[in-house]
């Protein structure tokens, strides 16, 4: 009988043993897959603000001495900006929004033609 108990006791330990392992494998995935979605969006709307950056730096190319504000669709969202200041340094200011993901640049120029130079500082949110 005593034998029966401690057999019954082994069963149980591993059969704990192997839930335990079980739901930690289980939630180690789950949560690597909840890492992965939130990488992926911090992504998407990193590159959606500097398309619309760059998007707005070849209009600054073709039109260099105008100022505008505005709003444009990228990436599945919306980028707001503002152009100000006079040749050569202007100032873009943007915020992009993808469902419930914002993001904000300040860009400043210096040069426009031949080439662009610019930098580039994203914003708190």
Do not use: H
């Amino acid at each position: 009988m005593n034998k029966g108990f401690v057999l019954l006791y082994i069963v149980l330990i591993f059969a704990s043993l192997a839930v335990a392992a079980a739901l930690s494998a289980g939630n180690s995935g789950f949560f690597a897959a909840s890492r992965t979605r939130s990488l992926d969006a911090n992504l998407q709307i990193r590159m959606a603000a500097m398309s619309c950056a760059e998007t707005l730096l070849m209009q600054m190319r073709q039109s260099p001495g105008s100022t505008s504000s505005g709003s444009m669709s990228v990436m599945g969202g919306t980028c707001t900006y503002s152009i100000t200041g006079s040749m050569p340094t202007k100032t873009i200011t943007l915020a992009v929004t993808i469902g419930n993901l914002y993001s904000r640049i300040g860009i400043t120029t210096s040069q426009i033609n031949p080439t662009i130079t610019a930098t580039w500082q994203e914003k708190a949110n």
